[in-house]
C-alpha cells in the first residue's frame, strides 16, 4: 500500500491515533487502501509538508472552507500551507484554500499517493512544494496544529513571497480564511 511514497519518504512523523470510533465513521466512505493508511494514524510526510488527519477533526473546517458537490467529502490530509485533501465522489480533491480553488488531482488512492506525490514535476508544478522547502529552511518546522499562513490573504491583496509567510495555527487559518473569501466551489 502506497510503497513507493513511504520509500521515497519514509514512515509517518509526529503519529497519533485515529480512534477507532472514529474510523468506523468514515469506513463505509473510503476506498480501502486509503483507510487503510489512515488506520496508521494521523501524522506528517514528505519532511512536513503532507499531514495526515483525523476527518472527523477536520469535518467542521471543511463544511466551513468548501462546498462539496457530492456528499460525504472526507478529508483525509492537509498539506503545510492548510491546504485540504478530500475523497469525494471517488476522486481525490486539492482545495487550495490559499488560491480559492478546488481540482481532481486523482481518482484511485494509489496513483495519488504512488505517482503523483512522488513526481517532482506534479509536486513543483501543481502544489506548494518548492514555498515549502523554502519556507521551512527560513521558519523552521511546523508543529502538528500549525501551517505557514500568508500574512497577508493572497485573495485579498497579499503577495505570495516567502517573506510574506509566518508559523499560524492551521485550523484558525483555514476558517479565517474561508471568511475572508468566502466557500470554494
Request: proline share 3%; net charge negative; aromatic share 12%.
Amino acid at each position: 500500500m502506497f510503497e513507493k511514497f513511504i520509500v521515497t519518504y519514509g514512515d509517518i512523523q509526529h503519529r497519533q491515533e485515529i480512534s477507532n470510533e472514529n474510523l468506523e465513521t468514515i469506513k463505509q466512505h473510503l476506498p480501502e487502501d486509503l483507510f487503510v493508511f489512515l488506520q496508521k494514524g494521523k501524522g506528517s510526510y514528505m519532511d512536513g509538508f503532507l499531514w495526515i488527519v483525523n476527518p472527523i477533526e477536520y469535518k467542521d473546517i471543511v463544511d466551513e472552507v468548501y462546498l462539496p458537490l457530492q456528499n460525504p467529502s472526507i478529508c483525509f490530509a492537509r498539506d503545510a500551507f492548510g491546504n485540504l485533501y478530500l475523497w469525494e465522489d471517488n476522486s481525490i480533491i486539492f482545495v487550495d484554500i490559499n488560491h480559492s480553488k478546488q481540482e481532481v488531482v486523482g481518482r484511485k488512492a494509489t496513483v495519488f499517493f504512488d505517482l503523483k506525490m512522488t513526481d517532482k514535476g506534479f509536486l513543483e508544478k501543481r502544489l506548494p512544494y518548492n514555498n515549502f522547502l523554502e519556507a521551512k529552511n527560513i521558519l523552521g518546522e511546523l508543529q502538528s496544529d500549525e501551517c505557514y499562513g500568508y500574512q497577508h490573504l493572497l485573495g485579498m491583496g497579499g503577495s505570495e513571497k516567502i517573506t510574506n509567510l509566518k508559523k499560524i495555527k492551521v485550523k484558525e487559518y483555514i476558517s479565517i480564511t474561508a471568511q475572508a473569501l468566502g466557500k470554494i466551489q
